[in-house]
């Protein structure tokens, strides 16, 4: 029986190991898949806002971006370069054919361990 448990333990750490979010992941298509990534670029919801009143946004290597209306703390403390995990937590459907807007992320920097959620388009599927 302990051989049992202890071949199990190996099995389920190596999974765990191949399992670790890498830098340069795509970002996660399924629901409560996760990623890592970097960030490429923080500012402002709209160019020429030196405040961030506008809101915010954040973009990663990867591609993938997130979008708020709203000044996002955790977002203005972040850097160029921070190493992120990003969790994808909402799809909205029904979606018009080739409309892929509106995706939910909780995006976490690990060096701050601030986390955010928010979607990668001003509007989702299907709107302006």
Not at 91 to 116: E, F, H, Q, V
Request: hydrophobic content about 35%; proline content about 9%; aromatic content about 6%.
């Amino acid at each position: 029986m302990r051989t049992c448990l202890a071949a199990a333990i190996l099995l389920l750490g190596a999974a765990i190991a191949r399992a670790e979010p890498a830098p340069g992941d795509p970002l996660p298509g399924r629901i409560l898949t996760c990623g890592g990534g970097v960030i490429a670029d923080i500012g402002p919801r709209l160019e020429g806002d030196t405040t961030f009143s506008s809101g915010t946004s954040v973009s990663f290597r990867n591609g993938g971006f997130q979008v708020s209306y709203d000044k996002v703390p955790a977002i203005i403390n972040s850097r160029r370069g921070d190493h992120v995990l990003i969790c994808l937590v909402f799809i909205p459907a029904p979606c018009p054919p080739g409309d892929a807007r509106g995706k939910i992320y909780t995006t976490t920097n690990l060096r701050t361990l601030d986390s955010w959620t928010l979607p990668d388009s001003q509007h989702s599927c299907g709107g302006a």
